[in-house]
């Protein structure tokens, strides 16, 4: 992809890039609405990217383009709006460029930028939040500034939530940032904080993209985060985070029938993330997977954010042999349902799973096998 994307931006805009970056897509791996719960969550970075290619201009003007997208979007570097209809996939780069002052860097002035991509867009990888770190560190080498990672995460989340306008947590930009070939990224939500934990030997994703979409699924999230709030502040803390299993018993009594159950997924996640990491450091990717398929159980039955969709592919996946576990990842009500399996799972299985999704759904739903990967990286510049 390097070599080509060299290519192409040579042939596209007459010279050749100065900077070359990369940033990678995620799979969440465990961790489902803890977020913004103040809870922990892990992640992975995949072994697919959005790669940009940059070089600067003396007219002032920014010229975007991408490989999935026709034409260029060309902007005056004095104008930073947002804009609509097909361009607006330039909002992410242009909400990174927003972003940059406010955490005390410069952002370059005029420019020529084109991204590639080999991962899928709009299938719960986020695309946008590597599109949103390979653009940062392009911006921030051409300028000559090296701000710490976790400055990098930020902007690429500030542009996301305030420019583009999508609330999302903190667990696409961290994972894209800090993500490591054969480990997980361990996020503790509240500061954030960051850690790397190596995976075993052997460990193997499938994601199964349904293409579903609730109809109302933004009013659905912010009904869950409401239902959330009001849990914790019936049990007298800020966040979910902070209840123990037992505190949350001992409130039964001052809890609806529907926040104890969703206070139970949320504090009884978050202790699923810390055995999780238990597990993996012992090497047991049994257990693991065992703890993945408990979560898909607790999104369906407590925090109901799964659909029949997703629960039928769960069940298709963890009744077949080779898989460890399986769960929806993301914040469900549609999407995606991610597999851990062993190497031995093959197109062959993932293939019968499908067909008996089309055979129930009349729908085939995409499958990608992915495997873990580095975070975002500066490959030229
Ligand atoms: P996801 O992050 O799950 O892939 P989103 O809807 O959050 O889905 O982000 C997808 C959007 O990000 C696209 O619609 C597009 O605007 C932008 N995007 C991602 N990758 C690229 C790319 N390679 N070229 C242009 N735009 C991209
Ligand atoms: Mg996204």
Not at 146 to 156: A, C, K, L, S, Y
Not at 239 to 266: I, N, T
Not at 310 to 330: Q, S
Request: charged content about 20%; overall charge neutral; aromatic content about 8%.
């Amino acid at each position: 992809m390097r070599a080509e994307l060299f290519e192409k931006f040579h042939t596209r805009f007459g010279c050749p890039p100065e900077i070359l970056s990369r940033a990678p897509g995620r799979i969440e791996f465990i961790g489902n609405h803890t977020d913004y719960n103040g809870g922990t969550v892990l992640g992975a970075a995949i072994d697919r990217s959005v790669w940009v290619a940059l070089a600067r201009r003396g007219d002032g003007r920014r010229r975007f383009a991408s490989d999935g997208r026709d034409g260029d979007v060309t902007v005056s570097a004095d104008r930073l709006e947002k804009l609509s209809g097909p361009p607006s996939w330039a909002n992410y780069p242009l909400g990174v460029l927003a972003a940059l002052p406010e955490f005390g860097l410069r952002a370059p002035a005029g420019f020529d930028y084109l991204a590639a991509s080999d991962l899928p867009v709009g299938a719960g990888l986020s695309s946008s939040a590597a599109i949103e770190l390979a653009s940062a560190l392009a911006f921030l080498a051409v300028t000559g500034q090296q701000p710490p990672r976790d400055t990098i995460v930020q902007i690429g989340r500030r542009a996301e939530n305030d420019f583009v306008g999508v609330p999302c947590g903190i667990l696409d930009q961290g994972v894209s940032g800090f993500g490591r070939k054969d480990h997980l990224v361990f996020i503790d939500c509240r500061g954030p904080r960051f850690k790397t934990v190596p995976l075993p030997p052997g460990a193997h994703f499938w994601i199964f993209n349904t293409h579903t979409r609730h109809a109302l699924v933004d009013g659905l999230y912010a009904a869950r985060h409401r239902e959330c709030m009001a849990a914790a502040m019936a049990m007298g803390v800020e966040f979910l985070a902070e209840a123990s299993p037992a505190a949350l018993a001992a409130a039964a009594g001052r809890l609806s029938r529907l926040a104890g159950m969703r206070a139970r997924h949320v504090i009884e996640e978050i202790a699923r993330v810390g055995a999780t990491v238990g597990a993996v450091r012992q090497g047991d990717l049994a257990a693991v997977g065992r703890l993945l398929t408990t979560s898909h159980r607790s999104s369906q039955t407590l925090f109901e954010n799964s659909t029949p969709e997703l629960d039928f592919l769960v069940d298709a996946l963890v009744a077949a042999p080779n898989v460890h576990g399986a769960r929806l990842t993301g914040g469900g009500f549609g999407g995606a349902v991610m597999a851990l399996t062993s190497e031995i799972f093959g197109e062959a299985q993932a293939c019968s799973v499908a067909d008996a999704y089309l055979e129930k759904f009349g729908a085939r739903p995409d499958r990608l096998h992915v495997q873990t990967g580095d975070g975002a990286e500066l490959l030229r510049g």
